[in-house]
């Protein structure tokens, strides 16, 4: 367990590696959100990691509510995870031909998730975002696509426009290299606001092709949606000729075996998944009824393919994890308590500290914001103070607390994380709330 003392961590072989990282890599980091920079502080480097804790190469160990952003259902390392892992690896890392390994995660998936018939694999969430687009468009002959403000779907140029997670967290509008006519068919709404789709459907509805949502916002911080938001997104698209696209990259497998679409009772005409998917290996894909499927190349016009797409060691990882969610549901109703708790502990400690504080969780999703009223959408996300919650980041880090090094993303919770977990992060939380 982390230590609770608060201390400055040693960073000596951390510091160093960022010092050579940054001469070999953009801002030393792989992805922009680990440079820590909207929190004033400066990454560590890990060496290791297991269960619900992390450690980095100075030997620093934290309680981490990252988990690879969601990727680890059941913590780091999870030993039938990590076996598979190395027999399949040792048969061959990738092969560019079919394998068996593909059809099994293939039919575990269509099994679990509803309203699917067909897989296509890819190997990361922004390239079944891309796919998802394409393929709608190609399905409906109409260019238009309605996503929602704060709601990320990747990278691609499309889906950057008022994005969440990184882009929000860096302070980037929009980024150079995406063109003006990139994003032109692109019409952006605020999550929650059914009359802003009606709206969007009202002016654009004959040329709109896709509602893309994510249906539990994960990277403006955690958004929950209104009750009847989803349901009301279904009869938007239903009325309009639309697709529905649940970007269930973060949801899939994390709030029940059947993600959202099970969770509240809504069908979506595609689905992306990705984290949990891939068990700790870079996996994406697109799901969805084979009518809609079988538009994709080689069946169907829309092209889309990948050299590394239903990797063998990516593959065997996925099933894996999924056969561990399938051994024993029953985990949704412990990392959904575990949540809670969390988010209640918060809570109360930040009320008898008179910080401005609400939280949330569903599923294995937990969040927070220092603000002193619900937030419902990406403009209420962005209004709360940025400091207060880079103070916390820095302040939970030096008792032992990796939380995420952003207000814009979720926390999450795996099976691995305990009572015994959750009691050291209030009581961490206790500590920096009492400190001036």
């Known amino acids: 367990m982390a230590d609770l003392t608060p201390h400055r961590p040693v960073r000596d072989r951390s510091d160093k590696l960022l010092d050579d990282a940054r001469t070999l890599i953009p801002g030393g980091v792989s992805s922009p959100v680990r440079a820590f920079t909207a929190v004033g502080a400066e990454p560590f480097f890990v060496a290791s990691a297991s269960g619900a804790e992390i450690t980095d ?58 309203n699917i018939e067909k897989v296509r694999f890819v190997s990361s969430g922004t390239e079944a975002g891309m796919t998802a687009i394409r ?66 459907i009202t002016e654009h509805g004959d040329d709109l092709a896709a509602i893309l949502v994510e249906p ?64 700790g290996l870079p996996v994406g894909a697109v799901a969805g009824t084979g009518e809609v499927m079988d538009r994709l190349a080689p069946e169907g016009p829309v092209y889309q393919a990948g050299t590394l797409s239903g990797n063998p060691v990516a593959m065997a990882a996925g099933i894996a994890t999924l056969d561990l969610i399938r051994s024993d549901p029953s985990i949704y109703e412990r990392v959904q308590s575990t949540a809670r708790s969390l988010a209640r502990g918060l809570i109360d400690v930040a009320d ?52 995420p090094p952003s207000r814009f993303e979720a926390l999450f919770v795996s099976t691995a994380h305990t009572a015994e977990h959750v009691d050291h992060i209030v009581g961490a939380a206790e500590r920096v709330f009492a400190t001036p």
Not at 95 to 103: A, D, H, K, N, R
Request: negative net charge; glycine residues 14%.
């Open 57 to 114: 190469m100075d030997g620093n160990t934290y309680i981490d509510l990252v988990q690879s952003w969601g990727a680890l259902l059941f913590g780091h390392a999870h030993p039938d995870v990590v076996r598979t892992v190395a027999e399949t690896a040792g048969r061959g890392t990738s092969f560019g031909t079919p394998s068996e390994l593909e059809v099994e995660l293939a039919r575990a998936v269509v099994e679990m998730v509803p």
């Open 352 to 403: 008898q500290a008179r910080v401005p504080m609400v939280a949330a969780a569903i599923g294995g999703l937990a969040g927070f914001f220092f603000a002193g009223e619900e937030v419902a959408d990406y403009e209420g996300a962005k209004a709360t103070d940025p400091e207060t919650y880079a103070r916390f980041f820095r302040g939970m880090l030096a008792h032992g607390v990796y939380l």
């Open 216 to 279: 539990v916002a994960a990277n403006m911080g955690l958004v929950l949606p209104n009750d009847g938001f989803l349901a009301g997104l279904r009869a938007a698209a239903d009325r309009c000729g639309a697709l529905l696209v649940f970007d269930e990259v973060i949801t899939g497998f994390r709030l029940g075996p059947g993600g959202a679409q099970e969770r509240f009772g809504v069908a979506a005409d595609l689905v992306l998944l990705g984290k949990i998917l891939g068990g």
């Open 135 to 200: 393929l709608a468009r190609g399905v409906t002959g109409r260019s238009k696509i309605v996503k929602f403000a704060g709601c990320y779907h990747g990278h691609s140029d499309a889906l950057l426009v008022e994005a969440g997670s990184g882009v929000a967290t860096l302070g980037i509008p929009g980024t150079p290299g995406v063109t003006p006519g990139a994003v032109a068919d692109t019409i952006v709404v605020s999550y929650n606001d059914l009359a802003a789709v009606d709206a969007a």
